[in-house]
Nanobody, 118 residues
């Protein structure tokens, strides 16, 4: 069982940037993919971005061109670089591993809060 740990959230002005981190020990060697999710207050959790075990990445339309998901070369860490942030991006960001390997079927981390406000 793998338990991701998210970090990097905070308060930022519109147009600013943040880099979130998702650390899940062992996910690289076990060929797991990693997805980032966003949940605004009072709304359902929505998928934001994914990096597959083979390195291919995909994004939700709402963040396309603004967010970039990437993998650390020397650690079991996935980043979400968030640029041109908007108030609508405010919310809790969490990550989860996935894949055919049962090891990848881990639990959610506690998430990291992002607030975009003047």
């Amino acid at each position: 069982q793998v338990r991701p740990v998210e970090s990097g959230g905070g308060l930022v002005q519109p147009g600013g940037s943040l880099r979130l981190s998702c650390t899940a020990p062992g996910f690289t060697s076990n060929n797991c993919g990693v997805s980032w999710y966003h949940q605004a207050a009072g709304k359902e959790r929505e998928w934001v971005a994914v990096i597959r075990a083979d390195g291919f990445t995909y994004y939700a339309d709402s963040v396309q061109g603004r967010f970039t998901i990437s993998k650390a070369k020397d650690a079991d860490t996935v980043y979400l670089q968030m640029n041109s942030l908007e108030p609508e991006d405010t919310g809790m960001y969490s990550c989860q591993t996935f894949g055919v390997n049962p090891f990848c079927q881990g639990t959610w981390g506690q998430g990291t809060q992002v607030t975009v406000s003047p």
